[in-house]
Protein backbone atom coordinates (compact mmCIF):
# COMPACT_ATOMS: atom_id res chain seq x y z
CA UNK A 1 0.00 0.00 0.00
CA UNK A 2 2.86 2.55 0.73
CA UNK A 3 4.49 1.93 -2.73
CA UNK A 4 1.13 2.58 -4.64
CA UNK A 5 0.78 6.07 -2.50
CA UNK A 6 3.95 6.59 -3.61
CA UNK A 7 3.60 5.51 -6.75
CA UNK A 8 0.85 8.30 -7.28
CA UNK A 9 3.01 10.77 -5.63
CA UNK A 10 2.15 10.94 -1.99
CA UNK A 11 5.74 11.21 0.03
CA UNK A 12 7.04 8.51 1.49
CA UNK A 13 5.88 9.74 5.45
CA UNK A 14 2.10 10.23 4.39
CA UNK A 15 2.46 7.60 2.27
CA UNK A 16 2.84 5.44 5.56
CA UNK A 17 -0.12 7.78 7.77
CA UNK A 18 -2.48 6.79 4.54
CA UNK A 19 -1.60 2.59 4.52
CA UNK A 20 -1.44 2.94 8.14
CA UNK A 21 -5.51 4.48 8.42
CA UNK A 22 -6.45 1.88 6.36
CA UNK A 23 -4.84 -1.72 7.86
CA UNK A 24 -5.93 -0.60 10.82
CA UNK A 25 -9.67 -0.55 9.70
CA UNK A 26 -8.88 -4.38 8.67
CA UNK A 27 -7.06 -4.81 11.53
CA UNK A 28 -10.40 -4.06 13.73
CA UNK A 29 -12.70 -5.64 11.39
CA UNK A 30 -14.29 -2.58 9.88
CA UNK A 31 -13.57 -4.45 6.07
CA UNK A 32 -15.61 -1.69 4.85
CA UNK A 33 -13.34 1.01 5.26
CA UNK A 34 -9.67 -0.52 4.95
CA UNK A 35 -7.62 -1.85 1.63
CA UNK A 36 -10.94 -2.82 -0.48
CA UNK A 37 -11.40 1.04 -0.58
CA UNK A 38 -7.58 1.91 -1.59
CA UNK A 39 -8.91 1.66 -5.31
CA UNK A 40 -12.04 2.97 -5.50
CA UNK A 41 -11.55 5.80 -3.15
CA UNK A 42 -8.14 7.13 -3.47
CA UNK A 43 -6.30 5.15 -6.22
CA UNK A 44 -9.19 6.23 -9.08
CA UNK A 45 -9.48 9.51 -7.76
CA UNK A 46 -5.85 10.89 -8.13
CA UNK A 47 -5.16 8.38 -11.37
CA UNK A 48 -8.10 8.70 -13.01
CA UNK A 49 -10.69 11.53 -11.93
CA UNK A 50 -7.78 13.89 -10.87
CA UNK A 51 -10.29 15.10 -7.61
CA UNK A 52 -7.72 14.46 -5.30
CA UNK A 53 -4.14 15.96 -4.90
CA UNK A 54 -1.46 13.32 -3.83
CA UNK A 55 0.56 16.24 -2.19
CA UNK A 56 -0.81 17.72 0.50
CA UNK A 57 -1.42 21.04 1.24
CA UNK A 58 -1.73 21.69 5.19
CA UNK A 59 -2.81 25.03 5.77
CA UNK A 60 -3.86 26.77 9.25
CA UNK A 61 -6.49 29.59 8.10
CA UNK A 62 -7.41 30.45 11.79
CA UNK A 63 -5.88 29.67 14.92
CA UNK A 64 -8.20 30.97 18.26
CA UNK A 65 -6.60 29.14 21.09
CA UNK A 66 -8.20 26.33 22.13
CA UNK A 67 -9.59 25.79 18.06
CA UNK A 68 -8.55 25.92 14.58
CA UNK A 69 -9.76 26.08 11.53
CA UNK A 70 -7.47 23.79 8.84
CA UNK A 71 -7.43 24.27 5.05
CA UNK A 72 -6.67 20.94 3.02
CA UNK A 73 -6.38 21.79 -0.59
CA UNK A 74 -8.72 18.25 -1.40
CA UNK A 75 -5.22 16.51 -0.98
CA UNK A 76 -4.99 13.30 1.43
CA UNK A 77 -7.73 12.95 3.72
CA UNK A 78 -5.98 10.40 6.55
CA UNK A 79 -3.65 12.74 6.60
CA UNK A 80 -5.54 16.03 7.08
CA UNK A 81 -7.31 14.07 10.02
CA UNK A 82 -3.98 12.91 11.38
CA UNK A 83 -2.43 16.35 11.64
CA UNK A 84 -5.55 18.02 12.33
CA UNK A 85 -6.62 15.62 15.64
CA UNK A 86 -2.73 15.93 16.60
CA UNK A 87 -3.57 19.62 16.71
CA UNK A 88 -6.51 18.77 18.77
CA UNK A 89 -4.61 16.96 21.13
CA UNK A 90 -1.82 19.76 21.81
CA UNK A 91 -4.71 21.99 22.12
CA UNK A 92 -6.48 19.69 24.75
CA UNK A 93 -2.88 19.69 26.56
CA UNK A 94 -3.14 23.43 27.45
CA UNK A 95 -6.59 24.33 27.65
CA UNK A 96 -8.15 21.27 28.18
CA UNK A 97 -10.33 20.98 25.07
CA UNK A 98 -9.22 21.44 21.91
CA UNK A 99 -11.22 21.72 18.73
CA UNK A 100 -10.19 21.59 14.96
CA UNK A 101 -12.28 21.75 12.06
CA UNK A 102 -11.14 20.75 8.13
CA UNK A 103 -12.21 22.20 5.00
CA UNK A 104 -11.79 21.10 1.18
CA UNK A 105 -10.46 17.51 2.61
CA UNK A 106 -10.90 14.32 0.87
CA UNK A 107 -12.18 10.87 2.56
CA UNK A 108 -9.92 10.23 5.82
CA UNK A 109 -10.61 6.40 6.08
CA UNK A 110 -12.32 5.09 9.14
CA UNK A 111 -13.21 7.89 11.81
CA UNK A 112 -12.27 5.61 14.92
CA UNK A 113 -8.40 6.06 14.37
CA UNK A 114 -8.82 9.64 14.69
CA UNK A 115 -10.56 9.32 17.82
CA UNK A 116 -8.30 6.92 19.40
CA UNK A 117 -5.34 8.89 19.07
CA UNK A 118 -6.92 11.11 21.39
CA UNK A 119 -7.25 8.08 23.88
CA UNK A 120 -3.67 7.42 23.46
CA UNK A 121 -2.74 10.77 24.99
CA UNK A 122 -5.04 9.64 27.30
CA UNK A 123 -8.01 11.85 26.43
CA UNK A 124 -11.61 11.48 25.27
CA UNK A 125 -11.70 12.10 21.33
CA UNK A 126 -14.64 12.78 18.75
CA UNK A 127 -14.87 13.41 15.37
CA UNK A 128 -17.18 13.53 12.48
CA UNK A 129 -17.39 14.68 8.92
CA UNK A 130 -19.59 14.49 6.05
CA UNK A 131 -19.74 13.01 3.03
CA UNK A 132 -21.45 12.45 -0.39
CA UNK A 133 -25.39 12.97 -0.36
CA UNK A 134 -26.74 9.28 0.76
CA UNK A 135 -29.04 9.62 3.37
CA UNK A 136 -32.77 10.89 2.79
CA UNK A 137 -34.47 12.94 5.95
CA UNK A 138 -37.32 11.38 7.62
CA UNK A 139 -40.38 11.41 5.54
CA UNK A 140 -38.63 11.99 2.63
CA UNK A 141 -36.82 10.03 -0.26
CA UNK A 142 -34.12 12.20 -1.32
CA UNK A 143 -30.49 11.60 -0.62
CA UNK A 144 -29.44 14.74 1.01
CA UNK A 145 -27.11 13.96 4.11
CA UNK A 146 -23.98 11.99 4.11
CA UNK A 147 -23.61 8.97 6.03
CA UNK A 148 -21.89 11.40 8.62
CA UNK A 149 -20.45 9.21 11.30
CA UNK A 150 -20.16 10.89 14.79
CA UNK A 151 -17.42 8.44 17.00
CA UNK A 152 -16.25 8.86 20.66
CA UNK A 153 -13.51 6.60 21.87
CA UNK A 154 -12.85 7.14 25.81
CA UNK A 155 -9.96 5.21 28.07
CA UNK A 156 -10.79 2.29 30.45
CA UNK A 157 -8.75 0.39 32.93
CA UNK A 158 -9.67 -2.78 30.56
CA UNK A 159 -7.36 -4.18 27.61
CA UNK A 160 -9.78 -1.78 25.05
CA UNK A 161 -10.96 1.46 25.00
CA UNK A 162 -14.86 2.42 24.55
CA UNK A 163 -15.51 3.43 20.90
CA UNK A 164 -18.38 3.59 18.72
CA UNK A 165 -17.53 3.74 15.77
CA UNK A 166 -20.64 4.26 13.07
CA UNK A 167 -22.40 6.06 10.34
CA UNK A 168 -25.43 7.83 11.78
CA UNK A 169 -27.45 5.80 8.58
CA UNK A 170 -27.94 2.10 9.32
CA UNK A 171 -26.00 1.14 6.60
CA UNK A 172 -23.26 2.77 4.45
CA UNK A 173 -22.07 2.48 1.15
CA UNK A 174 -18.61 0.56 2.15
CA UNK A 175 -20.58 -2.17 3.43
CA UNK A 176 -22.63 -2.06 0.38
CA UNK A 177 -19.77 -2.29 -1.98
CA UNK A 178 -18.60 -5.22 0.11
CA UNK A 179 -22.08 -7.05 -0.06
CA UNK A 180 -21.45 -6.44 -3.96
CA UNK A 181 -17.63 -7.25 -3.86
CA UNK A 182 -18.81 -10.46 -2.12
CA UNK A 183 -22.33 -11.13 -4.37
CA UNK A 184 -24.56 -10.83 -1.34
CA UNK A 185 -28.04 -8.44 -1.45
CA UNK A 186 -28.43 -5.87 0.85
CA UNK A 187 -30.97 -6.82 3.16
CA UNK A 188 -34.28 -4.84 3.11
CA UNK A 189 -35.46 -1.49 4.65
CA UNK A 190 -32.01 -0.20 4.51
CA UNK A 191 -32.07 2.09 1.36
CA UNK A 192 -35.40 3.08 -0.25
CA UNK A 193 -35.76 4.48 -4.07
CA UNK A 194 -38.04 7.54 -5.10
CA UNK A 195 -40.72 5.61 -4.90
CA UNK A 196 -40.07 4.30 -1.21
CA UNK A 197 -39.85 1.34 -2.25
CA UNK A 198 -36.73 -1.37 -0.17
CA UNK A 199 -33.69 -1.46 -2.88
CA UNK A 200 -31.66 -4.64 -2.31
CA UNK A 201 -29.49 -4.88 -5.23
CA UNK A 202 -26.27 -3.63 -4.27
CA UNK A 203 -24.82 -2.99 -7.64
CA UNK A 204 -27.92 -1.23 -8.21
CA UNK A 205 -27.87 0.71 -5.13
CA UNK A 206 -24.35 2.15 -5.62
CA UNK A 207 -25.36 2.94 -9.14
CA UNK A 208 -28.61 4.90 -8.05
CA UNK A 209 -27.01 6.67 -5.20
CA UNK A 210 -24.91 8.32 -7.70
CA UNK A 211 -27.62 9.36 -9.59
CA UNK A 212 -29.68 9.84 -6.78
CA UNK A 213 -32.63 7.79 -7.18
CA UNK A 214 -31.80 5.53 -4.31
CA UNK A 215 -31.12 6.74 -0.38
CA UNK A 216 -29.93 5.42 3.03
CA UNK A 217 -32.52 5.08 5.66
CA UNK A 218 -31.16 6.89 8.97
CA UNK A 219 -30.24 5.37 12.12
CA UNK A 220 -33.91 4.30 13.44
CA UNK A 221 -35.45 3.57 10.27
CA UNK A 222 -37.75 5.24 7.72
CA UNK A 223 -40.30 6.38 10.22
CA UNK A 224 -40.86 8.49 13.58
CA UNK A 225 -42.46 5.56 15.14
CA UNK A 226 -38.98 3.44 14.76
CA UNK A 227 -36.76 7.02 15.93
CA UNK A 228 -35.43 7.60 12.27
CA UNK A 229 -36.15 11.09 13.31
CA UNK A 230 -33.29 10.72 15.95
CA UNK A 231 -30.72 9.43 13.15
CA UNK A 232 -31.59 11.85 10.67
CA UNK A 233 -31.31 14.49 13.97
CA UNK A 234 -27.76 13.51 14.45
CA UNK A 235 -26.27 13.28 10.79
CA UNK A 236 -27.41 16.93 10.91
CA UNK A 237 -25.35 17.77 13.89
CA UNK A 238 -22.16 16.00 11.88
CA UNK A 239 -23.18 18.60 8.65
CA UNK A 240 -23.55 21.39 10.96
CA UNK A 241 -20.44 21.26 12.71
CA UNK A 242 -18.47 20.11 9.49
CA UNK A 243 -19.54 22.88 7.08
CA UNK A 244 -21.01 25.64 9.08
CA UNK A 245 -17.89 26.23 11.64
CA UNK A 246 -15.56 26.72 8.58
CA UNK A 247 -17.99 27.76 5.81
CA UNK A 248 -17.50 24.40 3.53
CA UNK A 249 -19.24 23.07 1.48
CA UNK A 250 -22.26 20.60 2.30
CA UNK A 251 -25.35 18.47 1.27
CA UNK A 252 -25.47 18.58 -2.47
CA UNK A 253 -22.65 20.28 -3.20
CA UNK A 254 -20.50 16.80 -2.13
CA UNK A 255 -21.54 15.29 -4.81
CA UNK A 256 -18.12 15.45 -6.28
CA UNK A 257 -20.08 16.10 -9.85
CA UNK A 258 -20.20 19.92 -11.22
CA UNK A 259 -23.66 21.06 -13.09
CA UNK A 260 -22.45 19.56 -16.26
CA UNK A 261 -22.05 16.15 -14.51
CA UNK A 262 -18.17 16.40 -14.84
CA UNK A 263 -16.18 15.22 -11.91
CA UNK A 264 -14.73 17.49 -9.37
CA UNK A 265 -13.01 17.53 -5.61
CA UNK A 266 -15.43 16.26 -3.17
CA UNK A 267 -14.75 19.07 -0.71
CA UNK A 268 -15.44 17.45 2.57
CA UNK A 269 -15.59 18.70 6.06
CA UNK A 270 -13.99 17.57 9.40
CA UNK A 271 -14.07 18.37 13.13
CA UNK A 272 -12.24 17.02 15.54
CA UNK A 273 -11.87 17.56 19.63
CA UNK A 274 -10.04 16.18 22.63
CA UNK A 275 -10.62 16.70 26.09
CA UNK A 276 -8.13 16.36 28.46
CA UNK A 277 -9.67 13.63 31.16
CA UNK A 278 -7.19 14.88 33.93
CA UNK A 279 -8.79 18.69 33.37
CA UNK A 280 -12.06 16.83 34.97
CA UNK A 281 -10.74 14.38 37.40
CA UNK A 282 -7.78 12.28 37.86
CA UNK A 283 -7.16 9.78 34.68
CA UNK A 284 -7.40 6.40 37.19
CA UNK A 285 -10.23 7.40 38.55
CA UNK A 286 -11.68 8.38 35.27
CA UNK A 287 -10.61 5.21 33.70
CA UNK A 288 -11.99 3.06 36.90
CA UNK A 289 -15.38 4.39 36.77
CA UNK A 290 -16.11 4.30 32.90
CA UNK A 291 -14.62 0.50 33.22
CA UNK A 292 -17.01 -0.28 35.75
CA UNK A 293 -19.71 1.00 33.53
CA UNK A 294 -18.97 -0.93 30.98
CA UNK A 295 -18.57 -4.38 32.61
CA UNK A 296 -21.93 -3.37 34.73
CA UNK A 297 -23.13 -3.63 31.15
CA UNK A 298 -22.00 -6.51 29.98
CA UNK A 299 -22.96 -8.51 33.52
CA UNK A 300 -26.33 -7.48 32.99
CA UNK A 301 -29.52 -9.83 32.63
CA UNK A 302 -29.28 -11.12 28.86
CA UNK A 303 -32.24 -11.44 26.42
CA UNK A 304 -33.20 -15.37 26.30
CA UNK A 305 -31.20 -17.10 23.51
CA UNK A 306 -28.22 -14.57 23.73
CA UNK A 307 -24.85 -15.89 24.42
CA UNK A 308 -23.62 -12.65 25.77
CA UNK A 309 -23.80 -8.72 25.92
CA UNK A 310 -21.03 -6.73 24.25
CA UNK A 311 -19.77 -2.90 24.99
CA UNK A 312 -18.64 -0.97 22.33
CA UNK A 313 -15.09 -1.53 20.85
CA UNK A 314 -14.88 -4.53 22.42
CA UNK A 315 -15.63 -6.39 19.07
CA UNK A 316 -13.03 -4.64 17.57
CA UNK A 317 -10.56 -5.87 19.93
CA UNK A 318 -11.42 -9.65 19.75
CA UNK A 319 -11.29 -9.60 15.76
CA UNK A 320 -7.81 -7.48 16.38
CA UNK A 321 -6.51 -10.35 18.70
CA UNK A 322 -7.53 -12.85 16.18
CA UNK A 323 -5.99 -10.99 12.87
CA UNK A 324 -3.06 -10.25 14.95
CA UNK A 325 -2.55 -13.97 15.14
CA UNK A 326 -3.41 -15.47 11.75
CA UNK A 327 -3.55 -11.86 9.18
CA UNK A 328 -6.11 -10.38 7.13
CA UNK A 329 -8.38 -12.01 5.02
CA UNK A 330 -8.47 -10.07 1.85
CA UNK A 331 -11.56 -11.07 -0.85
CA UNK A 332 -10.90 -12.19 -4.33
CA UNK A 333 -12.27 -9.17 -5.89
CA UNK A 334 -9.54 -6.92 -4.17
CA UNK A 335 -6.69 -9.10 -4.84
CA UNK A 336 -7.51 -8.23 -8.41
CA UNK A 337 -7.39 -4.73 -7.44
CA UNK A 338 -3.85 -5.03 -5.82
CA UNK A 339 -2.52 -7.09 -9.20
CA UNK A 340 -4.21 -3.93 -11.03
CA UNK A 341 -2.98 -1.46 -9.13
CA UNK A 342 0.52 -2.78 -8.90
CA UNK A 343 0.62 -3.59 -12.82
CA UNK A 344 -0.69 -0.42 -13.49
CA UNK A 345 2.39 1.33 -11.52
CA UNK A 346 5.08 -1.18 -12.63
CA UNK A 347 5.84 -2.66 -8.63
CA UNK A 348 7.80 -5.54 -8.65
CA UNK A 349 5.52 -7.97 -6.60
CA UNK A 350 3.81 -11.52 -7.03
CA UNK A 351 1.22 -12.00 -4.13
CA UNK A 352 0.92 -14.79 -2.42
CA UNK A 353 -2.77 -15.24 -3.84
CA UNK A 354 -1.35 -15.45 -7.34
CA UNK A 355 0.44 -19.28 -6.64
Known sequence: MVDVFKGLGVPDADARVCAEVLITADKRGIDSHGVGRMKPIYYDRIVKGGIQRPVTEFEVVRDCKATAVVDGHHGMGMVIGKRCMQMAIEKAREHGVGMVVARNSTHYGFAAYYSLMAVAADMIGLTGTNARPSIAPTHGVENMLGTNPLVFAMPTDEDFPFTNDYATSIIQRGKIEQYYREGRRCPEGLVIDREGHSATDPEQILR????????LAPVGGLSEETGGHKGYGFATVVEILSASLQQGS??????????????VPYGLGHFFLAFDVQCFTDLESFKKTTGDILRALRASEKAPGADR??????????????????????????????MTMRDELKLPYVFPFER
Do not use: M
Open 250 to 263: YLKQLTGLDDHGNA
Open 309 to 338: IYTCGEKEYLVWQEREAKGVPVDPTVQREF
Open 208 to 215: DLVRGTSA
